[in-house]
């Protein structure tokens, strides 16, 4: 999936570079268009102070000849990010402290006077727990008296999508998936509640930006007399920071995020599963897991602390924060907590459908976790076993999976309030089901209960 | 103190609000020009309070230390 030129899809819009692949490796081509800033970047030790700090991937010069077009200045060839992840798929505090580095690297730039051009949240993933920009060619020179260039851009990927979260509703970050440019900042305005014009950076930046916005849409300005001195740039910058820190979101109990103090498991059954888990990981020794169906990233945990790379997936936005919140706390670097409805994953977005990566175009995973959730997708959504395997088959090589059978309670509960129209739920059916894509490796029950978790290799491996 | 700035930045942004009327407001144009001038609009707000904020700290350290070196004195006289 790349341009003619060998780019890749992401990373067409700026002319300063672009990032291709060349034998399994990912290069970036800094085209001589952007050779004053770029050797600006690396000479005013800038790349240094922000690569050191940690907020910003390092990269490595490579020679020319790799370059794609005649223009190249240079190749350079950045850190691997391990697993992509978009701001639609992110809890609160993620597109939070995301908004926050992107801030922090900005102050910092003009310290060393340079600016962010840009403020896409797509250029900034989580690698080691914490948010990084991916993007070396953002910064540009930055001359007495401009702008903050990216300012409309910072309001409608990080402001307004947090202010929603926290003054409307957290699962208003799902606009980001529709608005691939960041929210509408007159969408923003009239979703937030009218309190929220009596907080000065809201007041500001959101609902009399729109209206500017829309004010200023059809009416042609000289903006070259008119300048922003560096005081006023800084005292924008500082104001953005204390707008994004003062948003909070806290989730409520939700159903889920209480599940395991109100779950069948006994202490017993626990700590089995975890052993289980434990083992088969130890055993099929992948590089990357993906927890489907996490919660608050009990069993992705057993997988991290290993030093395995785990995506901790929840529906539940509270699962996710507190998830994300205990990896923050404890420094923990091998787990990344993610919100996705596997009932519609992520679909391929952007131009063309091809700048944003579907779910299934960032797999498969060594293995996946797919622990008490079978039920949830069969009785409360319907979904047939046959495409339950059909779609893991997709996505992994090994697969954990935990078989919870009608008998148990939490299914019991999940039909006391609908028609019992699943007789094909069974385990044998299950088995045969799995059986056509997967080769059963072991098989155990789990103590005190009928459930049963499998560790089971794909077939086509 | 803080309070009382802070409503002072509304009342004045809720003034130039008045004036922004949204009469003729054509949709599907770029929104630039908009972002642009709020921007120097709310950052030379915000940069006086900035301003004032540095060089309030810089004068309290000034004036702090002279005041803390006569604390010193006077315990010196007890």
Known sequence: ?461 | MKHSRRLANSVVLVVLLLFASTQNAHAYVDPGTGSYIIQLIIAGLVGVAFAIRIYWGKIKALFSRPSGNGQETGDDNQ
Not at chain 1, 89 to 113: H, M, N, P, Y
Not at chain 1, 209 to 218: N, P, T, W
Not at chain 1, 284 to 298: H, R, S, T
Request: hydrophobic residues 40%.
């Open chain 1, 1 to 461: 999936m790349t341009t003619n030129r060998g780019s890749l899809p992401g990373s067409f819009r700026d002319p300063s570079g672009f990032l291709f692949v060349q034998d399994g490796s990912l290069y970036r081509q800094v085209n001589n268009v952007y050779r004053e800033n770029y050797d600006h970047l690396i000479q005013s030790g800038l790349y240094e102070s922000v690569t050191d700090s940690g907020v910003m991937i390092a990269h490595e010069e490579v020679g020319t000849d790799l370059g794609r077009t005649d223009d190249a200045h240079k190749i350079v060839k950045p850190e691997t990010v391990p697993f992509i992840s978009y701001p639609y798929e992110w809890c609160f505090s993620q597109l939070k402290d995301a908004a926050l580095v992107t801030l922090r690297i900005q102050k910092t730039a003009l310290d060393s006077g340079m600016t962010l051009k840009d403020a896409s949240a797509y250029n900034i993933q989580f690698t080691n727990g914490r948010p990084v920009l991916i993007d070396t060619l953002s910064f540009d020179k930055y001359r007495e008296g401009q702008p903050w260039a990216a300012y409309r851009q910072f309001c409608q990927h990080f402001l307004a999508p947090l202010a929603l979260m926290s003054h409307t509703d957290v699962r208003l970050n799902q606009l980001l998936r529709t608005y691939i440019d960041g929210v509408p900042l007159d969408l923003a305005s009239s979703l937030l509640p009218f309190r929220t014009r009596f907080t000065f950076p809201l007041l500001s930046h959101i609902h009399l930006h729109a209206r500017s916005q829309r004010h200023f849409a059809d009416r042609t300005v000289n903006i070259s007399r008119r300048k922003m001195s560096r005081v006023s740039f800084l005292g924008l910058i500082d104001n953005l920071e204390s707008a994004v820190k003062k948003l909070k979101w806290r989730p409520d109990a939700t159903y889920w995020a209480g599940y395991y103090d109100d779950t069948t498991y006994s202490e017993d059954a626990l700590h089995q599963k975890k052993q289980l888990v434990a083992q088969v990981l130890d055993q099929m020794d992948p590089k990357i897991v993906w927890d489907l169906g996490a919660n608050v990233g009990l069993f992705s945990r057993v997988a991290s602390d290993r030093g395995i790379l785990t995506i901790s997936f929840d529906v539940d936005p509270a699962c996710v924060e507190q998830s994300y919140v205990e990896s923050v706390e404890k420094g923990e670097t091998n787990i990344l907590p993610l919100w996705l409805d596997l009932t519609n994953p992520s679909p391929n977005i952007g131009w063309s459908n091809e700048e944003r990566m579907s779910l299934l175009q960032r797999g498969p995973a060594d293995t996946v976790l797919f622990l008490a959730l079978i039920h949830h997708l069969a009785i409360s959504n319907n979904l047939p076993l046959g495409m339950i395997a059909d779609f893991l088959d997709k996505i992994c090589t090994s697969l954990v999976i935990e078989f919870v059978p009608k008998s148990d309670p939490q299914v019991q509960r999940l039909l006391s309030t609908r028609e019992d129209i699943f007789p094909d739920y069974t385990q044998q059916a299950f088995e045969n089901a799995f059986g056509r894509y997967f080769t059963v490796q072991t098989a155990a029950q789990i103590t005190h209960t009928e459930r049963n978790l499998y560790l089971m290799t794909r077939r086509q491996a």
